[in-house]
């Protein structure tokens, strides 16, 4: 089994800090993510025979292809699937209908010193009912988090308060009629009153990053309850998808206006996930991608981006959310190099239920501040996030090839 190993000598932080690799890491900080019956110890043989069943089926584009076209069909007919749902794709990515269900997801995971970031899956709905509603929900989950010791976050979305629409005219800096003021007014004190109750609790609030063209006003508003609650420690986290070019300096831009204002910058790193969906929109409307160019870039700038926040820690707090290894990896050797303990309390990675789990439970293992993100939500509202991650993770071949692979190794030293 490899090993991948961190050298930590002083020579090699001044000259080498920059273009740190995997194959430069050797050595004192001993962490490896192949370790799969360490990744794997919180599954039975049986989950994992269901897991390498999900997986493989789910390397299959032409089978995912049909399943989305013909699942949101037999719902509508009223078909009896929603038990094959919840028995399979549901229960490999989400924690369970309710919160009482998902508890039993996090008492698990704690056992392996695995953390929780709670997701109410249920993608948005538009209305004003809806998205007063959806407050009570929220705190709720709060509430829950703040009862158990290993649920440091919850996660919302902006556009599960606010019409999207009313979000793209903010975006574009037009004016708002006077009841589209007192419309923005509704969604800034609903997103504060969750703030609220997350700072109640000493909860932190991961707030989604969301498409390009709607994104300004949600940067504009996380910054808003950045500069409220984050004044002696970090309660609310904005999310920078570093598959966009601009993103890296603007996370730098971010940091230079907390700094300015006296508040501490709460930042979330991802790759992202609208990638396709930002390019066909960018070629369509004639104007130039926010996208980078290749996989590369966004590498870079997500690596820049870790190495930039863990050597401002005093100012900022950085939730590593990516589930490629060579990130992770490096977060690690930061955090050593600069003589940071493990379970720094301002720096946490996580990575989705049901997946990496050879990045998760390794990091755990080795004393790592690690969250599974868990959704939960009724079968049937939480299907459109099923069915995304599912396509999603069918344009990760890569990705599922080696999910795949660390099952199958793992079932064969089982023997099974």
């Known amino acids: 089994m490899k090993v991948l190993h961190v050298n930590v000598v002083l020579s090699f932080c001044l000259v080498a800090s920059s273009a740190l690799t995997l194959q430069a890491m050797k050595t004192q900080l001993s962490l490896s993510f192949e370790n799969t019956a360490i990744a794997f110890e919180s599954k039975t043989d049986k989950e994992l025979k269901k897991a390498n069943f999900l997986f493989s089926n789910i390397g299959k ?10 699942t949101p069909i037999a719902l509508k ?40 970031v709670l997701d109410y899956g249920v993608e948005a709905m538009e209305g004003e009912e809806n998205y007063d509603k959806a407050v009570p929900e929220f705190i709720r989950a709060i509430q829950f988090a703040a009862s158990k010791p290993n649920v440091p976050f919850v996660s919302i979305k902006i556009t599960g308060f606010a019409r999207f629409s009313l979000l793209e005219k903010l975006h574009a800096g037009e004016t708002l009629t006077e009841s589209e ?56 986290y904005n999310t920078f998808q570093m598959y966009r070019h601009d993103r890296l300096a603007y996370l730098k831009t971010s940091f230079e206006k907390a700094k300015a204002k006296g508040y501490l910058l709460g930042a979330k ?125 069918t344009s990760m071949s890569g990705q599922m090839g080696r999910e795949l692979s660390f099952i199958k190794e793992e079932m064969k030293r089982r023997k099974m």
Not at 61 to 70: A, C, E, M, S, T
Not at 219 to 232: A, G, H, I, S
Not at 273 to 279: G, I, L, Q
Request: overall charge negative; glycine content about 6%; aromatic content about 10%.
């Open 61 to 70: 584009p032409w089978l995912v292809k049909l399943g989305g076209i013909f």
């Open 77 to 116: 007919l009223h078909l009896p699937i929603t038990g094959i749902i919840k028995s399979t794709i549901f229960e490999q990515f989400c924690g369970g209908e309710t919160l009482e269900e998902a508890s039993k997801a996090v008492a698990h995971l704690h056992k392996f010193h695995v953390g929780v």
């Open 181 to 236: 003021q007192q419309e923005y007014a509704r969604v800034k004190k609903r997103i504060y009153q969750i703030c609220e109750a997350a700072a109640k609790h000493n909860v932190w609030v991961l707030v989604d990053a969301e498409e390009s063209w709607i994104q300004q006003p949600v940067d504009d508003l996380t910054d808003e309850m950045m500069e409220l609650f984050n004044k002696q420690t970090v309660i609310v």
């Open 269 to 393: 790193l991802v790759r992202g996930a609208y990638m396709e969906k930002e390019r066909k929109r960018a070629e369509e409307m004639g104007y130039p991608s926010p996208i980078q160019p290749n996989k590369e870039a966004t590498d870079r700038d997500y690596n820049a981006g870790v190495k930039y926040c863990i050597e401002r820690l005093q100012d900022l707090a950085l939730f590593v959310g990516t589930h490629n290894e060579d990130s992770c990896m490096l977060a690690a050797t930061l955090l050593h190099e600069n003589g940071y303990e493990h379970q720094h309390p301002r720096v946490s990675f996580s990575q989705l239920y049901g997946m990496s789990d050879n990045i998760s439970f390794n990091l755990a293992h080795a004393g790592y501040r690690v969250s599974k993100y868990l959704p939960y939500g009724p079968v049937r509202d939480v299907l459109p996030y099923l069915l995304r991650r599912a396509q999603e993770n």
